[in-house]
């Protein structure tokens, strides 16, 4: 089996926290209205069902198939890869939301890799899930820039690009922690 019942689990909480954090940032139809302190007040009374699952469609499968990047490359190599939802972090995020502090830094999710290989191994496990993110921004460009689309499937597709876009180039980033660290070391490591 390659997904776990543990995994399934945590794949759906994982989506329904991304959801919740993003439903204000990615919304169904954006809103363009004049901001009073009475229509600010009313407008975050409010959950508005068709933004919180917008978001979690262009949020979670950009989160999910990076992972999943991760988790079938290691799998490929004879590694065991499980999926894990961070759950300390995805509660930062919700308290971060729920607190309104304007600020979304949290980690959704990790694969746990098991096994032995080489350093160029490790560097492409660790790019395939930036590869993931980079393939569906460029895929998106490409559906926007060649498709006619009705307006809000152009607006998921420019929110997916954006995403997707931010997720390639933030995680590409040589930060301890980040699989750009991992690429660029193992890289290193494995030509020298």
């Not at 746990?112 to 160029?120: D, K, M, V, Y």
């Amino acid at each position: 089996m390659i997904l776990t019942p543990a995994e399934i689990l945590d794949i759906i909480i994982m989506t329904l926290a991304v959801g919740f954090i993003f439903k204000d940032i990615f919304r169904y139809r954006p809103r363009v209205e004049v901001i009073t302190p009475d229509s600010f007040l009313k407008m975050r009374k409010g959950f508005n069902w068709n933004d919180f699952w917008f978001a979690a469609a262009i949020v979670a499968p950009s989160i999910i198939l990076h992972e999943f990047g991760h988790k079938f490359i290691a799998i490929s190599q004879g590694m065991t890869a499980t999926f894990n939802a961070a759950y300390i972090w995805l509660g930062v995020g919700v308290v971060l939301k729920l607190i309104g502090s304007g600020i979304i830094f949290f980690v959704p999710a990790f694969v746990a890799i098991q096994g032995q290989g080489t350093s160029l191994q490790f560097a492409g496990i660790a790019f395939a899930g930036p590869a993931v993110n980079l393939i569906l921004w460029l895929g998106s460009l490409i559906i926007l820039k060649t498709a006619k689309l009705k307006p809000n499937l152009h607006r998921f597709f420019y929110l997916l690009s954006r995403i997707n876009m931010f997720l390639f180039i933030f995680n590409m980033l040589p930060i301890p922690g980040f699989d750009g660290l991992q690429v660029y070391s193992g890289l290193l490591a494995g030509l020298l």
